[in-house]
């Protein structure tokens, strides 16, 4: 089975800090995802990468940025958190562009912003 | 652009109850259909798939069909358990190059 790990489940961190979420898969899939996931709203796509060094920003970029400097790890970045970004994020990942058959998720990380 | 709308919960049943989460979609072309269910605590679980019209797929008691002429693919089962209890998410994404485009969740509650 595939697996997605993120580093960790539960974060607290206070407002103005870099905050860093991380993101491993062990099955070589070339896509990956990070969602943010909020009550009322469902899944908000936040950023994405087909590839190593390789990111596209999804519907709501504003305030992160990530990182892919190796295929199995895709990093989230707060740049300075905020308390609207108090959220469940998702990690998940797909095996490529060609791929019709969903993703696999990680347990996610909920993150508080003090 | 791509949507999905699904019905707003919370759906509450009893156990061995029918259950149906209405979901439909706007798209351009073909796209595949999923069904993801959130347990309490966790990620998103693939729960099945559909990748064209008439398709119905199947899991853990659940089914769906692509019906392409109503734009939907209702989820079902027809006796649910406790252990049922969880957050259903509907979703759809292109055949090839693949972002998948979330519906709101209907959170299902079962009771004893």
């Known amino acids: 089975d595939v697996k997605v790990t993120q580093s960790s489940r539960y974060l607290v961190k206070r407002t103005g800090e870099k905050v860093f979420l991380e993101c491993v898969q062990d099955?070589?899939?070339?896509?990956m995802f990070w969602y943010r996931q909020d009550p009322g709203l469902g899944l908000r796509l936040i950023y994405f990468?087909?590839?190593?060094?390789?990111?596209e920003k999804g519907d709501i970029p504003e305030g992160y940025s990530v990182s892919r400097e190796k295929k199995e790890r895709f990093s989230l970045i707060l740049e300075s958190a905020s308390t609207n970004q108090t959220s469940m994020y998702l990690c998940?990942?797909?095996?490529?562009?060609?791929?019709?058959?969903?993703?696999?998720f990680g347990s996610g990380t909920r993150l508080t912003v003090v | 652009g791509n949507s999905v709308t699904q019905m707003e919960g919370p759906v509450t049943l009893s156990e061995e109850a029918f259950l149906t989460i209405n979901c439909t979609y706007t798209?351009?072309?073909?796209?595949?259909l999923f069904w993801y269910v959130q347990y309490p605590g966790e990620g998103l679980q693939l729960l099945l798939k559909?990748?064209?019209?008439?398709d119905k797929g199947s899991n853990k008691g659940f089914e769906a069909t692509y019906r392409k002429e109503t734009t939907s693919f209702h989820l079902e089962k027809g006796s649910v358990q406790v252990s049922d209890s969880a957050v259903y998410f509907c979703?759809?994404?292109?055949?090839?190059?693949?972002?998948?485009?979330f519906g709101g969740g209907t959170r299902v509650l079962v009771k004893p």
């Open positions: 998940a990942t797909d095996r490529d562009r060609t791929s019709s058959g969903g993703y696999t």
């Open positions: 099955m070589d899939h070339e896509n």
């Open positions: 990468s087909y590839d190593v060094k390789m990111k």
């Open positions: 798209a351009t072309g073909y796209p595949s």
């Open positions: 559909a990748t064209k019209a008439d």
């Open positions: 979703a759809l994404g292109k055949a090839a190059g693949n972002k998948l485009t």
